[in-house]
């Protein structure tokens, strides 16, 4: 049996809304106050997993008037005040100026093509530190436990060795539902168990046939290059010092990496070499809530034609009609008959789902 291949997007780390939504707070600086005033607006309630990119805007509000909060409960002059006002002063420019454009990656793409480093440097590293905001106040969405408890066998060791991850999310939501299998939440073990590849960070997976993840767009988090590890957030200390851990995290120094990337930055002959050693042989492909936006085409032709003995794709998606359509052209412009591949679709969004080869 060849390989079994996931290619997994956004609608992969959705997770789980409340019933309703929670407070979001406007921040009121007239005449030189700083207070935070409920407005009566509302942003979704994210029991679990991240939000899409429709529900970032009220997301970001929601996650600067928390900053905000702890930061008017430090009295003036504690030196921890200022790291606080960097911290929500990057997230509300992020805001504000991604709140102009159509999404926060189509600012990014205008950033780079712009030439606008320091810029898109700063997004990049604000974006980073609002994801590990929002992981730290939720839980990682719920398949991807079920998706562990389902393909290991008598030990967290015994992953399957004939499936591939390649994921299109800068997120840590598969790291964090891991952490309770290994019974730590040492990123750094975590990424070495799971042989996790992340675009920028390739000297840490071995490259025999194994189990394996690929990150396509990098990871939201932040390298240590002095002492080649990842700087972890997830230490789940208490809200609020977690909250300071983030503000005092370095911005624009030199020995500290964003590895937050984009599909337009490229991808390495390292990176591209790995995907190719991951995928060459797969048979079926299992795509999970990804829309193959256009932002990402030249990779996503880059992936299928890094499998030429597939013969099966499982989209499973609540509307897998629009998503098949990208499959077949895909197909097409891989120089392979579509007809010759056949596509399943599933709308059932309960669990991950695990194909019959599996």
């Not at 509000?61 to 005040?81: H, T």
């Not at 898109?120 to 990682?140: A, I």
């Not at 990804?290 to 996503?300: A, C, K, L």
């Not at 499959?327 to 709308?347: A, F």
Request: hydrophobic share 40%; aromatic share 12%; charged share 25%.
């Amino acid at each position: 049996m060849g390989r079994i291949v996931y290619l997994l997007g956004a609608g992969a780390s959705f997770g789980e809304r409340g019933p309703g939504g929670v407070k979001s707070y406007d921040l009121v600086k007239r005449q030189g106050s700083q207070n935070l005033e409920f407005l009566g607006k509302t942003c979704p309630d994210i029991v679990s997993g991240l939000p899409v990119i429709s529900e970032l805007p009220q997301r970001i509000d929601y996650v600067v008037s928390q900053v905000w909060e702890v930061l008017n409960s430090i009295r003036d002059g504690d030196m921890s005040r200022l790291a606080f006002e960097h911290l929500a002063e990057n997230l509300e420019w992020m805001q504000q100026t991604s709140s102009k454009h159509a999404t926060i990656d189509t600012f990014a793409k205008k950033l780079w093509v712009t030439h606008k480093e320091d810029d898109y440097y700063r997004l990049k590293h604000s974006m980073s530190v609002y994801f590990m905001l929002e992981q730290m106040f939720g839980k990682p969405d719920p398949r991807y436990d079920a998706f562990f408890a389902a393909i290991l066998g008598n030990s967290i060791d015994d992953l399957p060795n004939d499936v591939s991850i390649i994921s299109w999310n800068y997120d840590c939501q598969i790291e964090l539902a891991f952490a309770d299998y290994l019974g730590q939440r040492d990123l750094n073990a975590i990424h070495r168990h799971l042989n996790i590849s992340a675009k920028n960070l390739m000297d840490r997976t071995d490259v025999d046939r194994k189990f394996n993840i690929l990150k396509l767009n990098g990871t939201a988090l932040l390298y240590d290059t002095d002492n080649r590890s990842l700087l972890d957030p997830f230490y789940r200390r208490g809200y609020k010092t977690e909250l300071g851990y983030m503000a005092t995290l370095p911005y624009g120094k030199s020995n500290i990496r964003n590895l937050l990337s984009f599909a337009w930055e490229g991808l390495d002959d390292a990176f591209k070499s790995r995907m190719w050693h991951c995928m060459a042989d797969a048979e079926v492909l299992v795509v999970i809530g990804y829309s193959f936006p256009f932002f990402n085409r030249m990779v996503d032709k880059r992936i299928f034609m890094c499998m030429p003995e597939l013969r099966k794709v499982y989209i499973q998606d609540l509307n897998p009609d629009n998503i098949q359509e990208s499959v077949k052209n895909l197909l097409g412009d891989s120089r392979r008959e579509p007809h010759r591949v056949q596509i399943e679709k599933r709308d059932n969004l309960n669990q991950f789902f695990l194909p019959p080869e599996l």
